[in-house]
């Protein structure tokens, strides 16, 4: 029963592919989040959202984009991809947010050949 | 710009042995700070926090020590074990607002 699961696990595809990864969280928390791991190991915040707000890393280019079915779901969608999107994505979800702690799912690999 | 620095890439220690991981940051907006344990192929694992407003935070064998005038933490870890063996990440969040985190130490406990 794991708290926070992402989909898939590996993710190859081509450059301006259109592809989505799949995040749901059985811990009834109400924010959820997605994070880039590039390939220097920093964990980047490019998305959070609540069912009242959504909040965008600037520096996030549109083609990425968040869609939440209900609040147990954050589903990534990525357009147009390019080799600078290759890196782990990870989800995460808490309770709140301010200081509570994240709760991640184990990443999606993403590689664009 | 990277607002919480992890100086150390990596940290070799002997089991048995106190672990220091140490952490800077240079946003005085930071409410609380938060140390996640990774292992491979795996998502990072809440560890421990504090509040600002403490300078302690201790839980079983993880202690997190906080100095604002100097904007350092660091986590000890004692005694350490192999399990402990994983990159430890250095978190901070500002109220109402989204985690930074720092690159990562590797901490390796040798047998």
């Known amino acids: 029963d794991t708290a926070v699961s992402q989909t898939p696990k590996y993710l190859v595809t081509q450059m301006g592919n259109d592809k989505s990864i799949k995040c749901e969280q059985n811990?009834?928390?109400?924010?959820m989040y997605w994070y880039k791991q590039d390939s220097k190991k920093f964990l980047k915040i490019m998305f959070s959202?609540?069912?009242?707000?959504?909040?965008i890393n600037e520096t996030v280019p549109n083609r990425f984009s968040p869609k939440s079915p209900d609040k147990a779901h954050l589903n990534l969608h990525i357009n147009s991809l390019e080799l600078g999107d290759s890196a782990v994505y990870f989800c995460?979800?808490?309770?709140?947010?301010?200081?509570?702690?994240?709760?991640f799912g184990d990443g999606t690999r993403l590689s664009i050949l | 710009d990277q607002q919480v620095k992890q100086n150390s890439p990596s940290l070799s220690v002997q089991e048995g042995r106190i672990s220091i991981l140490n952490c800077d940051y240079t946003?005085?907006?930071?409410?609380?700070f938060l140390w996640y344990k990774k292992y491979p192929a795996e998502g990072p694992t809440f560890l421990i926090s504090?509040?600002?407003?403490?300078d302690k935070n201790e839980d079983g064998r993880f202690t997190v020590f906080l100095n604002k005038s100097a904007k350092h933490l660091s986590l000890h870890i004692v005694p350490s074990q192999p399990g402990d063996s994983a990159v430890y990440f250095c978190?901070?969040?500002?109220?109402?607002?989204?985690?930074?985190f720092g690159a990562g130490t590797r901490l390796t406990v040798k047998p």
């Open positions: 978190a901070a969040i500002p109220w109402s607002d989204d985690m930074r």
């Open positions: 811990l009834g928390h109400d924010t």
């Open positions: 504090i509040s600002s407003i403490k």
């Open positions: 946003n005085s907006m930071f409410d609380y």
């Open positions: 959202y609540n069912n009242k707000e959504l909040i």
């Open positions: 995460a979800s808490s309770q709140g947010r301010g200081g509570q702690p994240q709760h």
